[in-house]
T-cell receptor
Framework: DAKTTQPTSMDCAEGRAANLPCNHS???????VYWYRQIHSQGPQYIIH???NNETNEMASLIITEDRKSSTLILPHATLRDTAVYYC?????????????FGTGTRLTIIP | DAGVTQSPTHLIKTRGQQVTLRCSPK?????VSWYQQALGQGPQFIFQ???????QRGNFPDRFSGHQFPNYSSELNVNALLLGDSALYLC????????????FGPGTRLTVT
């Protein structure tokens, strides 16, 4: 699986959009970009995934660059409950039976 | 739907002992994965069970073993505990080959003294 690079930490004001970048310059054509987050003392939670098109769901939007070497997770209106560690994961296969390779993620703090 | 449940919540063991952790997958899920998360690190994949067989394995020694039961619940066993085995152990379940999301339980916090 391709390696990802994320900033160690970020702050965002409550109510503003939180933009979390991820670099995956060695991504292969059959690898998907996944985002999970882990709120303190809980297990990771799936957010969104994509291959090459931008994706949006009720939690977030995922913007993948045309060359697929980087992506951005957008939380449109951050709340205090969005404070968590966010993991960008790149892996072959879309199905959940494939293992997840976590890095150290980005610690996002939402400021009141 | 109770989601993924794990037991116990916390556990304290002594070096050299053996431990068994348990996981019940989300209803309708037949695939269970186990992860180890050391303090300040991301979760690391241990292994995955499907149809009562170990299907994938991460870079963990044979001291780590598992089992999946016919009802899809799973156990993680660790023998000859080391201080470095202290971590949060997470269980995740998914729906065979059709689900794209892994659902995680709250984890078991293991402390080895």
């Amino acid at each position: 699986d391709a390696k990802t690079t994320q900033p160690t930490s970020m702050d965002c004001a409550e109510g503003r959009a939180a933009n979390l970048p991820c670099n995956h310059s060695t991504i292969s054509g059959n690898e998907y970009v996944y985002w999970y987050r882990q709120i303190h003392s809980q297990g990771p939670q799936y957010i969104i995934h994509g291959l090459k098109n931008n994706e949006t769901n009720e939690m977030a939007s995922l913007i993948i660059t045309e060359d697929r070497k980087s992506s951005t997770l957008i939380l449109p209106h951050a709340t205090l409950r969005d404070t968590a560690v966010y993991y960008c994961i790149v892996r072959v296969g879309v199905f959940g039976n494939e293992k997840l390779t976590f890095g150290t993620g980005t610690r996002l703090t939402i400021i009141p | 739907d109770a989601g993924v449940t794990q037991s116990p919540t916390h556990l304290i063991k002594t070096r050299g002992q053996q431990v068994t952790l348990r996981c019940s997958p989300k209803s309708g899920h037949d695939t269970v994965s186990w992860y180890q998360q050391a303090l300040g690190q991301g979760p690391q994949f241990i292994f995955q069970y499907y149809e009562e067989e170990e299907r994938q394995r991460g870079n963990f020694p044979d001291r780590f073993s598992g089992h999946q039961f016919p009802n899809y619940s799973s156990e993680l066993n660790v023998n000859a505990l080391l201080l470095g085995d202290s971590a949060l152990y997470l269980c995740a379940s998914t729906e065979g080959t059709s689900g794209y999301e892994q659902y995680f339980g709250p984890g078991t916090r293991l402390t080895v003294t």
